[in-house]
């Protein structure tokens, strides 16, 4: 018998510097497909070969890890969720860490990262409504500049961010908010583990010494290509007092921003009902906390 050899493959090169100058370097030399935990890369290359060129940031330490600033709270690139959930950080990240446990089992959660939860830009990613209610920014770097924008002009559709093929995510900017802050997330799935959901809300008020509310930040995922907040929501919590019949103000005029699909998992119409429920639940927590 006659063997023909295999196809030749051009392979990709794969990067992994110890350096963000580096990095940033060979974003500008050629196309890289950025590498920051791979909890979603690897299974989408699963039995195929992987022919782009990559460059993992995860041995970085610049990019690794949770500091605090004048005015915010600077989450690096390459923190883990798990960095995130041991951090000691103010009250009003619990539904950040409430999310961060809700992202696939303990190994996903030592590995993922909170800038390749974002860049991958899922409509069900698990980090994006909390950081959304905390009106977070993203810092993106590349090798002559340095730009912040807001979380909420930065997912742009699934799938799809503004950040530039020399760009980096180097962190997630969280403005801090006063001491007297709460925040709650709640997720809802076909399961209760390891699940992607049908409907998630992240919820976030500051408080007066009275239990008034000065600020508020809610957020709905997996009900639109995006993320959104409920800005008229919002308006009309802020100067109500925080106790369990706040949820009764909740209409469903106020999720109207939302635009969700039917797939296998949920309709179009369950899933906006999901969400009404899971806005009055969180606002309902709040006030128990």
């Known amino acids: 018998y006659v063997v023909n050899p295999p196809p030749t493959i051009n392979m990709g090169i794969f990067l992994r510097p110890l350096d963000l100058e580096e ?3 060979a974003l500008a030399a050629t196309p890289l ?7 979603d890369f690897y299974p989408a290359h699963v039995g195929t070969p992987v022919l782009e060129s990559i460059l993992d940031v995860t041995r970085i330490p610049s990019l690794r890890g949770v500091t605090e600033t004048d005015g915010a709270w600077r989450v690096g690139g390459a923190t883990t969720w798990t960095d995130l959930t041991r951090a000691p950080l103010p009250d009003y990240f619990r539904a950040l860490k409430l999310a961060a446990r809700e992202v696939g089992g303990m190994q996903i959660q030592n590995a993922g990262t909170i800038a390749g939860n974002i860049c991958n830009a ?11 209610a905390l009106g977070a920014s993203v810092e993106l770097r590349s090798i002559d500049t340095i730009k912040q924008i807001p979380l909420a002009e930065f997912i742009l559709g699934n799938r799809k961010t503004s950040r530039q093929s020399n760009e980096l995510l ?3 900017l ?3 908010w006063r001491e007297n802050s709460r925040s709650t997330f709640l997720k809802l ?6 699940l992607i959901s049908i409907a998630m809300v992240a919820a976030c008020v500051e408080l007066d010494t009275n239990g008034m509310i000065l600020k508020a930040g809610i957020s709905v995922g997996a009900c639109s290509p995006v993320a959104r907040r409920l800005s008229e929501l919002e308006t009309k919590l802020i100067g109500q007092r925080l106790n369990a019949s706040l949820a009764d103000i909740v ?3 106020d999720l109207a921003v ?4 039917a797939d296998v998992r949920s309709s179009a119409d369950y899933r906006l009902d999901a969400a009404l429920k899971l806005v009055k639940r969180a606002l309902m927590e709040l006030a128990n906390e």
Do not use: E, F, N, Q
């Not at 497909?33 to 909890?39: E, K, M, P, Q, R």
């Not at 799935?189 to 390891?194: D, I, P, Q």
């Open 33 to 39: 497909t950025i590498l920051a935990g791979g909890t």
């Open 258 to 261: 939302l635009s969700p699909i």
């Open 174 to 176: 969280v403005p801090k």
């Open 189 to 194: 799935g076909a399961r209760k583990y390891l």
């Open 251 to 253: 209409i469903p005029s």
């Open 170 to 172: 180097t962190a997630i």
């Open 122 to 132: 899922s409509p069900a990613a698990d980090g994006v409504p909390a950081l959304l």
């Open 23 to 25: 990095s940033l370097a």
